[in-house]
């Protein structure tokens, strides 16, 4: 058999591991290759990139949909000094920080700058907490724990938030345009602000424990958590990455990328890597959805990225594109060195035709990277550079993280300690407490196991979330992450994603939620045709009963035979919290959000229209 050709690229930090097992049962992993020096301030970068490449584009984005608007590292320095300023001249501080609720955009990328370089924190809140969210729950609990000094919205679309959960005395500063019955300040005058000599003193006096945002979590059950974020957690990380990654130290990175700032894969991992390694970021208001992503793929026809990241949604779209659209085969393909996904796992289909697309276009695939990270270690800790990786490795620890694996039940859980592991949650010292064993290891909740017992130094594989875990009646254990992947991979184009539904009864069941515009296509429905009518359609009907028999046929036992499947007509709700604006589903909200769903699906209820039974036989 001919071995695939890759493209070249420097690789390192986490190829290999000692391992270390001890008396009390644990495990523990740590990359041979030791953390290098690294700056002790993320703004440290800034500064160094403004002397050394002045010129070079830092960030840019298109102009109301036209050409792209630049800014260079010497610019973004001047701006950072100059709203700086501003937001000290407004008395803002760690206790007052600044909350930025809009999108990614040239305003919200000097506003960070300009935070960090003076040292007050800042919080990128999701845009869907104000745009899309009817109650503002989330974002009222967000400012209510931050306490802000000044907020920020790009126009007046935020109006309604801002009046719905903003203190009437904190200064809100707009992008463009004005809000009806309350002042705002004008972005372009924080930019025009000169800066006086207590800008340099502000930032003269931050360090690796200055706190440069406070990132929330997702939240699931529980509220949003603020993860204190700081320079030395940054740097360290960024460091870890360019160890990992070597070929970024090779050239400066050229990214496309939408992924939001107020999640740590966009806001500390893509944006990390672009300023750390003084490369370029260009910022793409696509989305991974059947109309978002034309925008995409634009951006990915003119702009040919070195490093290339998104979701599996995301990556599938473009796959999808690419096969009957030579230019943007022949843009994405020409100088990547990589792709890495994250949020969920890729489908092994995409996966596999995207090695196909690469071969046929440049004669070599392009290598895959795939990590375990998360919000509260900035977030890289566990890395995949190889080429033999596939949908669900996550690799050997990074370079500077200790690895703790323990028993929990029949899972084994993964723990970190490293200096990219955050300090605690803001304002919750119960909530530190609980995340922290003993020995000061972050309790990730997330299960691992060895892809080869016999050789550690295969890597480890996720094996889904201890927390999502249960069992049926009958005690026996049900692993819901592996699963989940399989009916995602099983009812591939379908299907996003599914929630596993059994606890403490006799039987599993699976709630779906649909790619409705897959669905749509599938029964040649027009773009107007709404759901019900969609998932009505007999050919969609047929689809989702041939995956039930087929799921239900693979099962080697009551922990993974799935017995009913419901397809769900209702969207995940953003306001309960089953679902991120990166897309992916949170399986204890929905589950808590729809109980009463779940009493029905396995109650059998005859009057259920969405309930599929193996074999379309009589429901039991």
Same mark, same amino acid.
């Given at each position: ?31 041979? $290759? ?46 950072? =000094? ?168 090779? $050239? ?15 806001? *500390? ?40 990241? *998104? ?52 004669? $070599? ?20 550079? +190889?080429?033999?990786?596939?949908? +669900? ?44 064993? $003993? ?19 295969? +890597? ?59 669905? =749509? ?64 589903? *949170? ?34």
């Amino acid at each position: 058999m001919i071995e695939p050709r890759y493209r070249a690229a420097r690789v390192g930090g986490c190829l290999e591991a000692t391992l270390e097992r001890r008396a009390d049962g644990s495990t523990l992993l740590r990359s041979t $290759e030791a953390l290098a020096w690294h700056p002790q301030r993320l703004s440290d970068l800034l500064e160094q990139w403004a002397q050394d490449a002045p010129e070079r584009t830092f960030v840019a984005r298109r102009h109301q949909g036209g050409d792209w608007v630049r800014i260079s590292y010497a610019a973004m320095l001047e701006r950072a =000094r100059s709203v700086g300023q501003a937001l000290l001249s407004h008395g803002l501080s760690v206790e007052r920080p600044l909350a930025i609720l809009s999108d990614n955009d040239l305003e919200h990328a000097t506003l960070m700058m300009a935070a960090m370089w003076v040292g007050v924190p800042f919080v990128s809140v999701s845009s869907a907490y104000s745009l899309l969210s009817t109650d503002h729950g989330k974002l009222r609990h967000i400012l209510g724990k931050v306490t802000p000094g000044m907020v920020y919205a790009s126009d007046a679309r935020f109006g309604v938030a801002i009046e719905a959960v903003v203190e009437p005395g904190v200064p809100v500063v707009l992008g463009e345009g004005t809000l009806a019955g309350r002042p705002s300040l004008d972005f372009a005058g924080l930019l025009a602000t000169r800066p006086g000599p207590e800008v340099q003193q502000a930032h003269a006096a931050t360090g690796p424990d200055t706190i440069v945002k406070f990132l929330f979590t997702s939240g699931s059950t529980r509220q949003p958590k603020g993860v204190i974020t700081t320079h030395r957690m940054l740097c360290a990380n960024q460091q870890m990455l360019r160890q990992c990654m070597a070929f970024l130290a090779d $050239e400066p990175p050229v990214l496309v990328d939408w992924l939001p700032w107020s999640h740590t894969f966009g806001g *500390n991992h893509n944006l990390g890597i672009a300023l750390y390694n003084g490369g370029t970021i260009y910022l793409d208001d696509g989305k991974p959805t059947p109309r978002g992503i034309a925008e995409t793929l634009r951006n990915l026809r003119e702009i040919s990225p070195t490093l290339y990241f *998104n979701v599996p949604k995301g990556f599938e779209e473009i796959s999808a594109a690419m096969e009957h659209d030579e230019p943007l085969r022949q843009s994405m393909f020409r100088r990547v060195k990589a792709f890495m996904f994250a949020a969920a796992g890729l489908s092994q289909a995409v996966w596999d035709r995207l090695d196909a697309q690469g071969e046929r276009t440049v004669g $070599e695939r392009i290598r895959m990277l795939t990590s375990l990270g998360m919000t509260e270690t900035a977030p890289s800790c566990t890395f995949v550079v +190889g080429t033999t990786a596939r949908s +669900g490795d996550i690799g050997l620890p990074c370079p500077g993280v200790e690895v703790k694996l323990v028993a929990c039940g029949d899972k084994t859980e993964i723990r970190f300690r490293g200096p990219n592991v955050m300090p605690g949650y803001w304002r919750e010292p119960a909530l530190t407490a609980e995340a922290f064993d $003993e020995e000061g290891f972050y309790c990730t909740g997330d299960a691992v196991r060895f892809i080869d017992p016999a050789d550690h130094g295969a +890597g480890l594989r996720f094996d889904g979330r201890i927390a999502e875990d249960f069992k049926l009646s009958t005690g026996t254990f049900v692993s819901v992450g592996p699963l989940r992947a399989r009916i995602v991979a099983e009812g591939h184009p379908c299907v996003q994603d599914a929630v596993i539904t059994g606890l403490n009864r006799d039987q599993l069941g699976a709630m779906v939620f649909p790619r409705l515009a897959d669905c =749509r296509q599938l029964a040649g429905l027009p773009a107007e045709a709404g759901p019900v009518e969609v998932l009505h359609h007999p050919a969609v009907r047929d689809f989702f009963q041939a995956l039930c028999t087929r799921l239900h046929a693979q099962g080697t036992g009551s922990a993974n035979r799935i017995e009913r499947l419901h397809v769900l007509v209702e969207p995940p709700s953003i306001d309960h919290g089953e679902i991120t604006d990166k897309n992916s589903i *949170n399986q204890r909200a929905v589950l808590s959000h729809r109980a009463a769903l779940v009493e029905a699906m396995h109650a059998d209820d005859q009057a259920d229209p969405w309930l599929i039974r193996p074999h379309g036989g009589p429901r039991a």
